[in-house]
């Protein structure tokens, strides 16, 4: 089993639509990290987190860690949100390692 | 634009060479990443380093060294390359909270090892 799963591995959406990715991760991890690749090769680093819920204009993401659970939502998708998403799960403490998703592909259409 | 700059954008070398990349982390950063993408494998984590002191290894081949030097730079030395080795390498910084802080990547360096 794979430390951090994503689903799904592809989504394709029409401009305007709620989009959810869906993170699951192992026992251990303390924190995620939520990043945004574009086709040009380019990251960006969206969201850090390690309880609750944070947002930044239409990007919301939440994490339950009872669940080991992470969901990255997009309101109200434009063609320009079209990237890979990646989420990445933090093995804290001395290990201090990022362990990758293998990243959801978006495709937002006009 | 993120304030990490690698160089070079590109590399093309054969196999057998050694190449060196270099990374420039966000003003203040004191924590240099370092990852490799390939198709086959994602993302990966390959070493950190933390005000000159190497902080955590990844999946770092030996025939790959990387260093912090002084001023804070980085690179990443790869030697004996192989086909296999081609991928985007990318360099990322963050401030002293380490990963509990935001991370701000470089464009990444695209090396194709013929």
């Known amino acids: 089993k794979n430390e951090v799963e994503q689903s799904p591995q592809n989504l394709t959406a029409q401009e305007g639509e709620f989009i959810t990715i869906n993170c699951s991760y192992s026992v251990g991890i303390s924190a995620l990290h939520w990043l945004q690749q574009h086709p040009g090769g380019g990251i960006v680093s969206l969201f850090m987190?390690?309880?609750g819920k944070k947002k930044h204009g239409r990007l919301i993401a939440t994490i339950n860690i009872q669940e080991k659970h992470s969901s990255l939502h997009i309101t109200a998708s434009h063609p320009r949100d079209s990237a890979v998403y990646i989420c990445a799960g933090l093995y804290g403490g001395a290990t201090n390692k990022l362990i990758f998703g293998t990243g959801t592909l978006l495709a937002v259409q006009p | 634009d993120s304030g990490v700059t690698q160089t070079p954008k590109h590399l093309i070398t054969a196999t057998g060479q050694r190449v060196t990349l270099r990374c420039s982390p966000r003003s203040g950063d004191l924590s240099v990443y370092w990852y490799q993408q390939s198709l086959d494998q994602g993302l990966q984590f390959l070493i950190q380093?933390?005000?000159?002191?190497?902080?955590a290894k990844g999946n770092i081949l030996e025939r790959f060294s990387a260093q912090q030097f002084p001023d804070l730079h980085s690179e990443l030395n790869l030697s004996s390359l192989e086909l296999g080795d081609s991928a985007l390498y990318f360099c990322?910084?963050?401030?002293?909270?380490?990963?509990?802080?935001?991370?701000?990547f470089g464009n990444g360096t695209r090396l194709t090892v013929t």
């Open positions: 380093y933390y005000n000159g002191e190497e902080r």
């Open positions: 990322a910084s963050s401030g002293h909270q380490g990963y509990y802080s935001p991370l701000h």
């Open positions: 987190l390690s309880s």
